[in-house]
């Protein structure tokens, strides 16, 4: 018995992807916006250029993460498929249906007003620096990492509920009679939830019982993750197999 696909290397390449875009953002912030900050000489300049780096800020920040939760959406596709290649045209109309559960326009749209907010507080701290040069270039990285770890769960969460209705979605198309069986892979860790070692267990108890396999139909692990993380948390806007924010948790085929 065992999972199967490329599981280790799924999650290093979602992971991978999640740094990489995180990097990308700060280079971004430390190149375009920086510069810009660091020229502005009064309160009266940086207030009228904060609506203006506000939109900068939003425009690039939708960009960046939309491409990359694409690639993420391949990832699942890749993995449910079990081939290294997937048409471009099949991930856009998936895509298109699967951002409109995301939480992307929430979660940007509050980075880039918190990192604009944060930028009127500039004049006041300048105010106080003995170097103004070198220190205020070091305060606005610290800005741009400290919000961006704000979002970082707003980007897991997106991640992990793309990931996995890629991975759904191609499960579906292989067998649409549902007969797969699927189990459901928590972490090994402290940050693994009550929540989803509920859910395993659930679905490997009921998965002995009536297949004789720790896994039970894809349809049927959907209705125990949406039931068991309504419980645990119910503030949570479920969605499928996506059971509370910050999830790193997956279904995987058992075969």
């Given at each position: ?82 081939r290294e290649y997937y048409p471009k045209e099949l991930i856009d ?116 019982q009536y297949y004789n396999k720790p896994g039970v139909p ?38």
């Amino acid at each position: 018995m065992m999972f199967s696909g490329p599981l280790r290397l799924t999650d290093k390449r979602q992971e991978k992807l999640e740094k990489k875009l995180l990097n990308s953002v700060v280079d971004y912030w430390r190149k375009e916006i920086m510069p810009v900050i660091t020229d502005i000489k009064s309160n009266l300049d940086l207030n009228a250029s904060i609506s203006e780096i506000t939109q900068s800020l939003y425009t690039e920040l939708y960009g960046r993460v939309e491409s990359h939760l694409r690639n993420i959406l391949r990832l699942g596709f890749i993995e449910g498929s079990r081939r290294e290649y997937y048409p471009k045209e099949l991930i856009d109309i998936a895509f298109n249906q699967v951002m409109k559960n995301t939480k992307i326009e929430e979660g940007i749209v509050n980075l880039a007003g918190r990192l604009a907010s944060r930028l009127t507080q500039i004049p006041e701290l300048m105010s106080a620096l003995i170097d103004p040069a070198v220190e205020l270039e070091e305060i606005l990285k610290s800005i741009a990492i400290s919000e961006l770890r704000k979002y970082e769960t707003v980007n897991r969460t997106d991640s992990q509920y793309v990931i996995n209705q890629g991975r759904m979605i191609e499960w579906n198309q292989r067998d649409p009679r549902g007969t797969y069986l699927f189990g459901w892979s928590i972490g090994r860790d402290h940050r693994t939830t009550d929540c989803c070692k509920e859910i395993k267990a659930t679905v490997e108890a009921e998965g002995m019982q009536y297949y004789n396999k720790p896994g039970v139909p894809l349809s049927r692990l959907i209705q125990i993750v949406d039931f068991v993380g309504a419980k645990h948390f119910p503030k949570f806007d479920q969605r499928e197999l996506n059971p509370h924010w910050n999830c790193r948790s997956a279904p995987r085929r058992i075969v």
